[in-house]
C-alpha cells in the first residue's frame, strides 16, 4: 500500500506547490521509489477545460484524454509518470458525481451534506491506485483559509485518520517574507498559517519555507518551536535561475531525508542524482543561444503556453544551447507586414488556441517562414494556419479559412479549407460530435495514433513510421483538399492510422517547416526532450549560422 504526502500550502498562492511536489517525486525516484502525484482543485469547473488561459494557465491533456490542471505537467516533466484521468479532481467533478449519485437514488433517501457526502467521494478519490506505488503525493490546490478548500482539507484529515499510524504525512508550505527597513525575515505569516491548518485538525509534519534570503539558524529554531515540529524538518525553498535546479536544490536542503524520517524510513536508500546532475550541466553550460519568437493571442500570461515554453528549453538542452523566447502577439500585425515584427529570429513557432482573433497575424507569421526559410513549427491551430496560409497564397484557394471562425459570426465567409470535426475513432468505437454541444470536454482529447510517410521530414526527426501524441482540439484540416495542397509542395506526412485525418503537414521545399494537428509539448521532459523540439531547435541553430 501506497504512503501518502499532502501538500498544503499557506500564507500566499503561487509558493510554488506544484514544483515542490515534482521535485520530491523525482527526489523518491532517484533513491528507488515508485510514485504517483496527484492534484486536488477546490475551484467548482469541473476541469480547467473551459477556462480562459489568462485565468489559468494552459490546460494540460493526459493520454487518456483528461484536460487538467498545468501543474500536472510539472509531474510528468519532473519524474517521467504519465499523468491520468485519476491525478486530477476539482469541487466541480466531486459536486457533480455527488448530486448524480443522489439523483440515482444511491444515498437511500438520506440528506446529503457535505460530511460525510462530499468528503467520502474525495476519500474514495484518493484510495485510487494506491496499492501501484510506493508514495502517492497529493497537492491541494489553493491556500489553508480559502472557504472553497475546507471539505478538501476535512477529506485528507480523515483520510489520514483512517489509515494506519505512520502511513500519511503533511508537508506545508509558507512564505517567510524579508522586510528590507528592519532587515529581517518575518516568521509571524508562518506561525499563523500553521494554526490555521491547526485549527481544522492538521498538524504539518514538514515545513517548506519560501525566502528570497538565506534562513538564519535562530529563525529555523523559531520557526520550528512555534509551529511544532522538528527543526530539521524546516526546509529551505530558496528563488532558483531555472525550475529543474530544483530537484538537486531540495535534496541538499534535507527535503526527501526530512520525508523518509517522518516516515521512520531508515535506513534510506541513498539517491541517484546522476541525471539531474546532467540536467543541471545542460541548462548552465551552453554553446550558443538562439531566438524563437512563439506568435500567439495569449502571450500576457506565459502560463498561457508553459508547456511549450519548457520543451523548447528541453530543446536547447538537447543541443547544448540557450533558447531565448520572444513573446510576439499575433494581433500587432493583423492588418500590417509581419516582417518588422519578426526579424531577426532564429525559428518561428505558432502555438495553438481557440478562436478567429489573432489568426490573420498566425498566418502571415507562417507565410514570412516560409517566404524566408524560417524554421518553422506549428502547433494544432498553427498547423491550420500554415494549411489555410498554403491554401490562400500558393494553391490559389483565396478565400480559404475555417468553419471554427464562420461559427463565431455565423457567416460564410470562407471557403472552409479546416472543417468542425463531427466524427472520429476512438479505440474500438466511433465517437459523434456536433457544434452544438457542451464545450467542455468534448473535443478530441487524449492519445491517438499516427502513420508517417517513408522519407519524409518528420519519420526522418522521430526516427519512426508510427507515434502516439495527444490532442485536444475540435476543428480538422480537411483532406478534400489535400491533393490540390501537395501538387504545389505541401506535404501530408502524418495521418490517422485510417488515412481520415491529417496528423502533419510539412513543405518539401523548405530546410525545416512542420504544422502538427497534436500537442507534442505535453510529452516532452528535461532528460527526455522530444524529438521535434530537439530538431526544431537544431534547424534554429542551423538557421543562426547563416544569418
Known amino acids: 500500500m501506497a504512503r501518502y504526502i499532502f501538500i498544503t500550502g ?63 505537467g510539472h509531474y510528468e516533466r519532473f519524474t517521467g509518470v504519465a499523468a491520468r ?52 503525493l497529493c497537492e491541494i490546490g489553493g491556500t489553508v483559509g480559502d472557504i472553497e478548500g475546507l471539505p478538501f482539507f476535512e477529506a485528507i484529515r480523515q483520510f489520514s485518520h483512517d489509515k494506519p499510524r505512520g502511513e500519511c504525512i503533511f508537508m506545508h508550505l509558507t512564505l517567510l517574507p524579508y522586510l528590507a527597513a528592519s532587515g529581517e525575515l518575518k516568521t509571524k505569516p508562518t506561525q499563523h498559517s500553521v494554526k490555521e491548518l491547526q485549527s481544522i485538525g492538521i498538524a504539518p509534519d514538514i515545513l517548506v519555507c519560501r525566502s528570497e534570503h538565506p534562513i538564519p539558524e535562530k529563525e529555523r529554531e523559531k520557526i520550528a518551536l512555534f509551529c511544532n515540529v522538528r527543526k530539521d524538518a524546516v526546509v529551505a525553498a530558496y528563488d532558483l535561475k531555472s525550475i529543474y535546479e530544483a530537484p538537486l536544490a531540495y535534496h541538499k536542503q534535507g527535503l526527501d531525508q526530512a520525508v523518509l524520517d517522518t516516515f521512520g524510513i531508515s535506513p534510506a536508500p541513498a539517491p541517484k542524482l546522476e541525471m539531474w546532475h546532467d540536467v543541471y550541466d545542460r541548462i548552465h553550460n551552453y554553446d550558443g543561444e538562439v531566438k524563437i519568437a512563439i506568435v500567439g493571442k495569449y502571450t500576457q500570461l506565459e502560463d498561457a503556453y508553459k508547456s511549450i515554453a519548457e520543451a523548447l528549453t528541453h530543446g536547447g538542452m538537447a543541443n547544448r544551447v540557450k533558447v531565448k523566447i520572444e513573446w510576439v502577439d499575433a494581433e500587432l500585425f493583423d492588418r ?28 502571415k507569421a507562417a507565410q514570412f517562414a516560409r517566404e524566408k526559410n524560417i524554421p518553422y513549427l506549428g502547433i494544432c491551430l498553427g498547423m491550420q494556419m500554415a494549411v489555410i496560409e ?35 475513432v476512438q479505440g474500438n468505437h466511433t465517437v459523434a460530435r456536433s457544434a452544438g454541444d457542451n464545450k467542455g470536454g468534448t473535443m478530441r482529447l487524449g492519445a491517438y495514433n499516427a502513420t508517417l510517410a517513408e522519407g519524409s521530414k518528420v519519420a526522418e526527426v522521430y526516427g519512426t513510421t508510427h507515434i502516439e ?79
Not at 528507488?32 to 491533456?61: A, C, I, Q, W
Not at 500590417?336 to 498566418?363: C, N, Q, S, W
Open 10 to 72: 499557506g500564507v500566499v498562492s503561487s509558493l510554488g506547490k506544484g514544483l515542490a511536489s515534482a521535485a520530491l517525486g523525482a527526489l523518491l525516484q532517484a533513491r528507488g521509489y515508485s510514485v504517483r502525484l496527484r492534484k486536488l482543485d477546490p475551484y467548482l469547473n469541473v476541469d480547467p477545460g473551459t477556462m480562459s488561459p489568462f485565468e489559468h494557465g494552459e490546460v494540460f491533456v493526459t493520454d487518456d484524454g483528461a484536460e487538467t490542471d498545468l501543474d500536472l
Open 390 to 424: 498554403a491554401a490562400r497564397n500558393v494553391a490559389g484557394i483565396t478565400t480559404a479559412g475555417s468553419e471554427e471562425f464562420d461559427h463565431e459570426t455565423g457567416s460564410k465567409r470562407f471557403e472552409p479549407v479546416v472543417y468542425h470535426l463531427k466524427e472520429w
Open 469 to 547: 501524441e495527444r490532442h485536444r482540439h475540435r476543428y480538422e484540416v480537411d483532406t478534400k483538399y489535400r491533393e490540390q495542397l501537395e501538387n504545389v509542395g505541401l506535404c501530408f506526412s502524418g495521418m490517422s492510422p485510417d488515412g481520415k485525418l491529417p496528423e502533419i503537414v510539412e513543405w518539401q521545399d523548405h530546410p525545416w517547416f512542420i504544422g502538427v494537428q497534436y500537442h507534442p509539448e505535453l510529452k516532452s521532459k528535461p532528460f527526455s526532450p522530444h524529438p521535434l523540439f530537439a530538431g526544431f531547435v537544431r534547424a534554429a541553430v542551423e538557421n543562426s549560422r547563416l544569418v
Open 336 to 363: 500590417e507586414d509581419a516582417a518588422p515584427f519578426l526579424e531577426g529570429y532564429h525559428a518561428i513557432l505558432v502555438p495553438g488556441g481557440f478562436g478567429e482573433r489573432g489568426t490573420e497575424g498566425k498566418i
Open 85 to 136: 484521468k485519476t491525478d486530477s479532481i476539482s469541487s466541480g467533478r466531486v459536486y457533480s458525481t455527488v448530486l448524480e449519485k443522489e439523483r440515482r437514488g444511491d444515498y437511500l433517501g438520506k440528506t446529503i451534506q457535505v460530511i460525510p457526502h462530499v468528503t467520502n467521494e474525495i476519500k474514495e478519490f484518493l484510495k485510487i491506485g494506491d496499492d501501484e506505488v510506493d508514495f502517492m
